[in-house]
C-alpha cells in the first residue's frame, strides 16, 4: 500500500493503465523532489554547465530522432564480404589446432566463441600458463579474454591460434553490427546520452524505440553503408589534435610554457616530436625533408611518426612504459628512452602532473579552461586517480569544445545534424550549397578562447564532403578533405546509390 496525495491506492486493484499512470506520477514526484534537493548546491560553475546541457538537449533530440540513412544494397556486400573471410579464418584455425595440434574436440565454428574451450586449448592442451580472473563473488576463474590472450601471445605455439581468434573476434563484432536491424524508414538512429560521461563526452546507444545501436564507434569500411539523403551531402567537421592542442594551452594557462602548443601549431606535432625524441637521425630542419624521414621504420609497422603519435600521447597521460609496451609490442627499453627524450623536450609534463596532484590533494576538483568542474573521490595518491584526473581537462575541453560548436550549428537550422563522434560532428546540407555551407560551418566549430598573457587558443576544424559516411580515397562516393579551393563540381554522386 503506498499513499499519493489524499487517496491510498491498492495497487493491486489497479488496471494495467492506471498502474502506469501512477508509476510515472512517482517518477516525476522523486524526479522533483531530487531537483529541489540539488538546486540549492548549484555554483555559478556547475550551473554554467547545467545550463549549457540542457541547451544540448535541442540537437540532441534532433539527432536522436533523424538517424542515418541505410544503402542496403551496400550493407548486404559488406556482410557478405566478412562472412566470407570468417569462414577462411575459420578453416585456417581447424587446421592449425585439428591438424596441426591433434585437439580433435575442437570446432572453430564455435570454440573461438567459447570461454570454455579456449581455455581447454590454451591451458589443457597446450600447457601454457593460467590466466586467472575473479567474478563478482571473488571466486577466480580461468579465463581467455582479451588481456588474457595479449598475455599469452608471446609464447611462439599460441600466437597463430591467437591471431586468429582476435582477427575472427574483430570480424563478428563487425558482422554483428551490420546485422543491426533498420528501422522500417530505412533509418539507424542511436541515441545520446548528455550526462553519460564525467568529462562532457557524449555516450550513445540503441535508440529511445529498442532499435538501431552505438554509432560512434563504427570503423571507415561500416561506415559506407550510411548514405546521404537524395539531393543531400555530408559533411564531417573533425578538431584537428583536440586533447594535444588542450593540454598545450594548460602548459601555457598554468606555467607560461608554450613549448607544447607551438608543436601543436607548428602544422606537424608528430614529426616535431620525432625531432626530439629520436636523436640519432639526421635531422635537416626542413619541414618536408623531416617529415619524410620521420616517415622511415622505426619498429615493425611503426613509422618514427607513428611512434611519436602513439608514445607521445601515452605519455601525455602518464601512460607506464610496460603498459605501454605490451599495448604496441615495442620494446621497453625503446619506450623508455622516448619517454626521457619526450621530458626533456616538453618539461612541462612533470610540472602539471605534480599539479593535478596536488589539486586533488588540495580541493579534490579540477575545473577547466572552459569552465567544466569535475570533483574526485577516490584517493589523491593513488596512481590510477591522479591519471584520471591528468586526461581529464583535455579530454574535457575537446568535448566541450566540439559541442558549443553542435549547439550554434543547430541554432543556426542551416544545415541537418546527424551524429556527433567525440570530436567531429557529421550533418548534410543541400548539395547547392556546399560553397557556402561548408566554410560557415567550420567558423562555428572553431571557437577563440583567449589565454592569459593575450594568446589565443583556437582547435582548427578539418572538412571532409562526400555522399557516404567512410573516407576512402577508392571510394567516390567518400568523405574527401574540403578547402576553399574545392570546386564542388568537380565530383558527382554516383547514380548507382541514389
Known sequence: MRKIATR????????????LWVYNGLDCCITHEVLGALLPQVTSVTGATYRFSRDLQGPILEMNTRGLRVDLWRRDEVLADYRTKMVLL?????????????????RATSSWRSNKD??????????????????????????ADRDALEALECYMLAEPIIRHVFALRDLGKKVSFLQTAVDPDGRLRTSFNIAGTTTGRLASSYSDFGTGTNLQNVENLLRSVFVADPGMKFCNIDLEQGDSRGVGAIHWQLFRDSRYLDACESGDLHTHVARGAFRHLPWSGDAAADRALAGGNFYRSFSYRDAAKRL????????????????????????????????????????WWRWVQEALRDTRQITTLLGRQRHFLGDWRDAETIRQAVAYEPQSITADTIDRGLLALWRANRVQLLLQVHDSVLFQFPERDEAEVVPWAIAQIEQTIPLRGNRAFVIPGDAKVGWNWSDSSSDQDALHKWSDQTRPQRRTRNPSFP
Open 8 to 19: 491510498t491506492i491498492d495497487p493491486e486493484r489497479l488496471s494495467h493503465n492506471d498502474a
Open 90 to 106: 575459420e578453416q585456417q584455425l581447424d587446421g592449425i589446432v585439428r591438424d596441426g595440434i591433434g585437439f580433435a574436440e575442437w
Open 312 to 351: 607521445g600521447h601515452g605519455t601525455n597521460y602518464q601512460g607506464q612504459a610496460d603498459k605501454m609496451s605490451r599495448a604496441t609490442h615495442i620494446p621497453l627499453t625503446h619506450i623508455k628512452t622516448f619517454q626521457t627524450n619526450y621530458l626533456e623536450q616538453f618539461p612541462a609534463f612533470p610540472l
Open 118 to 143: 579456449m581455455c581447454s586449448l590454451l591451458y589443457d592442451k597446450l600447457g601454457l600458463p593460467i590466466q586467472w580472473k575473479r567474478g563478482g563473488t571473488g571466486e577466480r576463474s580461468r579465463t
